[in-house]
Structure formats: C-alpha cells, structure tokens
C-alpha cells in the first residue's frame, strides 16, 4: 500500500518568513495529493490540493510543488502570518479502483512567532 | 461547500460500554468514511462506510468493534463497542466528493471526543 513520509515534524518560523512542508509518497499511482490544515481542537481543513498532471498550484500565499519523477511535493508557505499556526497533514490517493483511499503523513506543526 | 455535523461532539463513557457516533451531510455524497486520530497523531482510516452494503475495515479494525451503518447517501454512524480506555480518541466522519471538487477530495466533520474512563 501506499506509505507518505512528511518532514519536518515540528518547524518554528517568523512571521513574515516562509515555511515549507516536505512529504514523498511510495506508490506510483498516487495520482492526488491534497494538504490539510488542523488548528487546535478543530477539524482537519483542506487548504490547497493537487493532481499529478499538473506541477505546481498556487493560493494566495500557499503554494503546492509536485515532482512525480522523485515521488515527492511540497507545501510553501509566504509572509507567514501568526494565524498559520496549526498542524498540516499531507497525504496521497493512488488511484487504483474502488479500494483508494487517502493515506496521511504524519503531520508538522507550525509555529509562527511574533 | 457541503456542511458536516457530529453528534455527540464529546462524551465521556465507562468502560464495557458502547457509543453511536453520527455523521450527518447536507449534500448527497458517494463517499463516507470514519478515521480516529489519537492525540498528537496523525489521521487513522478505520473504514469506508459504504451505501446499500456492508462496510470496508482496514487493517486492524474490526466490524465487531466497530460496528458501521450507511443508510442513506447523507447519513453514517459508527458504534465503539464494548469499549476501553485505550478507545479514547477524536472519531471524524470525512465525505467526498462535492459537486466541482475533484472526485477524490474529502472533507471532514467536526469530530466526536471519546475518553473512556
């Protein structure tokens, strides 16, 4: 099955700063790769996906990367804001028919200090 | 985009006993699943709640356990039976897909916090 290792698992950064989020992701087929923010206590949110066919996306100040060839992709965040404080969640859907399903990485909690 | 709600939001249970969990979508959805996230953890798949049949567990989680109904395209429940301290955990429903999503994204709900005593 699939198997997604996410780093680091903890990052402190200024505000104003930039963060990046670093998963690789083991199985070929992952063809999905969507990236969720959970603040304390909530819900986990999706902030920003992306599918194989395409390279990179861009949010506003998020930004995913995606390199198919070396089975990894990136969260970046800009201008890093105290309210980006939270754990992100990558994960990977390898589309193989009717038993996918997501698969998360570890998590990597943010915090962005004043 | 679609709203998810939990019910009950938090409980606090004896051991031996069991909790019903639900799931409740505004939307129809194809997709329900039930994940536990244990604190400070990462998101577990317990399995997929599927309409009309009987539920997909994953490994290590069993239907005696954790019992699934899937009545409808909006509704889901998950039952922790006979349940241990080592059950305490947050239980969140995720659906999928929404009307212009993409097929495979989910969404979460609000999550019920279990601590068993």
């Known amino acids: 099955g699939e198997n997604v290792e996410q780093h680091p698992s903890t990052l402190s950064v200024q505000e104003g700063d930039s963060a990046v989020i670093k998963c690789t992701y083991s199985d070929s087929a992952s063809n999905y790769f969507p990236w969720y923010k959970q603040e304390l206590g909530k819900r986990p949110q999706l902030i920003i996906d992306i599918r194989s066919n395409v390279g990179e996306k861009k949010d506003q100040r998020i930004a995913v990367t995606l390199n198919k060839t070396a089975k990894h992709f990136s969260l970046h965040i800009t201008e890093t804001q105290p309210e980006d404080s939270a754990v992100y969640f990558c994960a990977a859907f390898p589309n193989t028919g009717t038993a996918s399903k997501l698969t998360f990485g570890t998590g990597t909690r943010l915090q962005v200090t004043l | 985009s679609a709203v998810i709600s939990q019910k009950p939001s938090r409980d606090i249970c004896q051991r031996g006993t069991s909790l019903t969990i639900q799931c409740q979508v505004d939307s129809q959805v194809t997709m329900m699943f039930w994940y536990r996230q244990q604190p400070g953890q990462s998101l577990t798949l317990i399995a997929t709640a599927n309409q009309g049949s009987e539920a997909t567990y994953e490994s290590g989680f069993v239907i005696d356990k954790f019992p699934i109904s899937r009545p409808n395209l909006t509704f889901s429940t998950l039952t922790v039976s006979n349940m241990s301290p080592e059950d305490s955990s947050i239980y969140l429903c995720?659906?999928?897909?929404?009307?212009?999503?993409?097929?495979?994204?989910?969404?979460f709900g609000p999550g019920t916090r279990l601590l068993v005593l």
């Open positions: 995720s659906v999928g897909p929404l009307t212009g999503k993409y097929q495979e994204t989910q969404y």
